[in-house]
């Protein structure tokens, strides 16, 4: 063998060497890539399966709600079933009841009127298939502390202490209809405080967020407070006004409910979402009664008819809509507005309504039966208008807006009376006294102001 043979074998041998090694190597490399990406596609339930319900199948299925008796609120409610049984067969998506009605297998099809999408449907056969193992069993004991801590159910929550005094903002108001009380809806809890001294008398606590809308019923003896978690749920609470207890929770629509009214005769409740939905519920049972859709954007304010025949609704598709309480009909649609329709207001006569919003202008229409007609309009702020009122007696028409402004009009002639000058802060949320001698203003700082409205004077602050 020549040098050159030599030479020309031994690199061959060298190269097979390498190859063999590299082989080895890729397939070493392929085995952990192929782990790694199997690791990273595994369907959890806390990641993957609990958020489709949670958007999806909440507003039938939860703890008050429960339409076939099923509750999707978590793992161990799932795995209870329903009315029909088991909802999952674990292993079998094929068999398990709850794929049935996603896929429509079984009638009627669910969610109603907002069915999963082909790949929610996959994730979830996908997760059933590999067992439906719940959030406790997905962690694995090998995992980081802080790993576990962020796959659980449960996550460690770091307790982060403020390091100034922190005031809750107020996001809404109610004067109880005798004028002893107002209420104040802050996170989480709802402050029944004296409207004479300014004492605080009770607090309401236990809700889940912001609360964002406080109602008394006329004869005083139920309050409502309804707000719920963005993008996931609405709450609303009914409180004992006496006992201040709590009555029943509500969980409804999809999204934060922004406002809330009892109808003239306390039988039913009327809430508004970012879900773009109007509903009215049975305030006895908690029932949804009607569920009005109509809206393309979401809803911010709603307002009974003094007679209680009648529904308004503002949206920020730049709509007020009028509903017929009985029926649930839309009798018509007031489309003036230029832009987002924030606030409304019924005059005490019934027969105007006032609207404002991000258009910076007030609008008064007469209602009629087939339609309403705009009669007087005013472009009343420098910026978007987010309240008015009107006072109990309709002489006086309120607006405040993001200019910080609280204005107060002649209703007759939307010429302006006062102006109470530069706010501290935003206007989250105001109120007239029944007797319309107090108007009270709660801003996003926390702080409330009680202005006399015949004169634009403040006539007491409290935090």
């Not at 909440?58 to 008050?64: K, Q, Y």
């Not at 009914?238 to 999809?254: M, S, Y």
Request: charged share 25%.
């Amino acid at each position: 063998m020549s040098k050159r043979e030599y030479e020309t074998s031994e690199i061959s041998e060298t190269s097979e060497k390498v190859f063999v090694c590299f082989a080895y190597f890729a397939c070493f490399v392929f085995s952990l890539c192929f782990s790694i990406d199997a690791s990273q596609n595994q369907i959890s339930f806390t990641k993957n399966i609990e958020p489709i319900f949670q958007e999806k199948c909440l507003a039938c299925h939860s703890h008050t709600v429960r339409q076939g008796g099923l509750n999707l609120e978590s793992y161990d409610a799932l795995m209870n079933g329903g009315k029909n049984g088991a909802a999952i067969v674990p292993g079998k998506s094929a068999e398990s009841r709850l794929v049935k009605m996603l896929e429509g297998s079984i009638k009627p099809r669910m969610p109603l009127g907002d069915e999963l999408t082909p790949d929610e449907i996959r994730s979830i056969k996908t997760w059933i298939d590999a067992g439906a193992a719940g959030p406790k069993a997905a962690i694995a004991k090998s995992e980081p502390m802080a790993l576990k801590a962020e796959s659980s159910s449960n996550p460690i929550i770091p307790d982060i202490k403020p390091t100034v005094p922190v005031t809750a903002a107020i996001s809404s108001l109610a004067f109880q209809p005798d004028g002893s009380t107002i209420a104040m809806g802050r996170y989480q809890v709802v402050e029944i405080v004296s409207s004479k001294t300014g004492e605080r008398i009770a607090r309401l606590e236990g809700h889940i967020n912001q609360v964002r809308a406080v109602a008394f019923s006329k004869d005083g003896k139920l309050l409502a407070a309804a707000g719920g978690n963005p993008a996931q749920f609405g709450e609303i609470k009914i409180w004992g006004v006496a006992d201040r207890k709590e009555l029943r929770t509500i969980r409804g629509h999809r999204d934060n409910i922004f406002a809330a009214a009892f109808s003239p005769d306390g039988t039913m409740l009327a809430t508004c979402s970012y879900d773009k939905m109007v509903k009215l519920w049975e305030v006895a049972t908690g029932n949804e009664i009607k569920n009005l859709k109509d809206h393309t954007d979401a809803v911010f304010s709603i307002a009974f008819s003094p007679d209680g025949k009648l529904l308004a609704s503002a949206s920020a598709d730049r709509t007020v809509k009028i509903w017929d309480v009985a029926t649930g009909q839309r009798l018509y649609t007031m489309s003036d507005a230029l832009d987002a329709v924030n606030t409304l207001a019924f005059h005490p006569s019934g027969t105007l309504l006032a609207g404002a919003g991000a258009d910076r202008t007030i609008r008064i229409w007469e209602l009629g039966k087939t339609e309403g007609k705009q009669i007087k309009s005013l472009i009343a702020h420098e910026d978007a208008i987010n309240l008015i009122s009107f006072s109990p007696d309709g002489k006086m028409l309120v607006s405040t807006g993001a200019d910080k402004l609280l204005k107060i009009w002649d209703s007759s002639t939307l010429i302006e009376a006062h102006t109470t000058g530069l706010q501290p802060d935003w206007i989250f949320a105001l109120a007239f006294s029944p007797d319309g001698k107090r108007l009270a203003v709660g801003r996003y700082d926390g702080s409330v102001t009680f202005y006399d409205p015949s004169t634009g004077e403040n006539t007491k602050q409290t935090k």
